[in-house]
């Protein structure tokens, strides 16, 4: 009976300690959302749109205030002004254009780097690395510790190398290493499921993670928006975005939700 209440007890804080954690969690991810608030009132307006809907003043205040107030800005004036009078003269285009045979490979392109970009798992990795780490029977802290300090220090890598490698050398390397990492982790899996090499498994696990993580940030996080941005004529550039862009969170929602039931069977 003592023994019961003892449980009994334990459970009781552990619940308590989820809430708080989560609680904290919560409270933690307010601030950056009060942050972007209230800069909202500080930060101008977009140029090119008020260019476009013809608030020339507005226009130049606002691009004053982001160049700075000494910048001269008569050159880079000109040249929005000149985007604009020719997206003003070509047809504007609606989402069933996209699918017309002059644009369907760059739709096809685009779109299926974002289905790639998503399907490859990243953010079931993300949201799950820790049960993951767990799971192979590596610290989970240790870790996560490891991933972030990875990550980071990598993307900023990446971001030069888009423009000195170019998008496809850098996405035929990037998808590389995400087969590579995920083939990896599931050589540890095999083996921990097996009983063969014990040992090994965790250090397997950790190693395939951390080369997925790398291999995406390098590239495929982010070439796929800038080959988007660059491959669509400039009349149908903001629908042809508008549908990468909802392909690209309906995979990231179909596969953060199909990905719970595969940890949940990993986990058994």
Excluded at 6 to 29: H, I, M, P, Q, W
Excluded at 34 to 57: D, H, N, Q, T, Y
Aim: with cysteine; charged share 15%; net charge positive.
């Amino acid at each position: 009976m003592m023994e019961g209440k003892t449980n009994s007890k334990l459970e009781d804080n552990r619940d308590s300690g989820n809430t708080n954690a989560l609680t904290y969690g919560v409270v933690a991810g307010l601030i950056p959302c009060a942050i972007v608030l209230l800069g909202l009132f500080f930060i101008p307006e977009s140029p090119r749109w008020l260019a476009k809907i013809g608030r020339r003043k507005d226009f130049e205040a606002a691009l004053q205030k982001l160049r700075g107030k000494n910048a001269d800005i008569s050159e880079e004036e000109a040249e929005i002004q000149d985007y604009i009078e020719t997206l003003q003269w070509l047809p504007k285009a609606k989402i069933l254009d996209l699918f017309q045979r002059r644009y369907l490979r760059s739709v096809t392109i685009a779109v299926g780097l974002m289905v790639c970009q998503q399907l490859g798992g990243i953010n079931g990795i993300c949201f799950y690395v820790t049960s993951i780490f767990k799971s192979a029977g590596f610290p989970s802290n240790i870790g996560t510790i490891i991933y972030a300090c990875i990550q980071v220090p990598i993307t900023a890598l990446g971001s030069p190398l888009i423009d000195k490698v170019g998008r496809k050398p850098l996405l035929l390397v990037s998808a590389s290493g995400l087969v590579l990492g995920c083939m990896v982790t599931a050589l540890s899996f095999y083996l921990k499921t097996h009983e063969v090499a014990l040992e090994a498994s965790p250090i397997l696990a950790v190693t395939g993670i951390l080369v997925y993580i790398g291999s995406f940030s390098v590239g495929m996080g982010s070439v796929p928006w800038v080959v988007m941005y660059e491959i669509f004529p400039i009349n149908v550039k903001g629908v042809a975005r508008g549908l990468a862009t909802l392909v690209n969170w309906f995979i990231a929602w179909l596969e953060s939700y199909t990905f719970n039931f595969l940890m949940s069977s990993l986990l058994r």
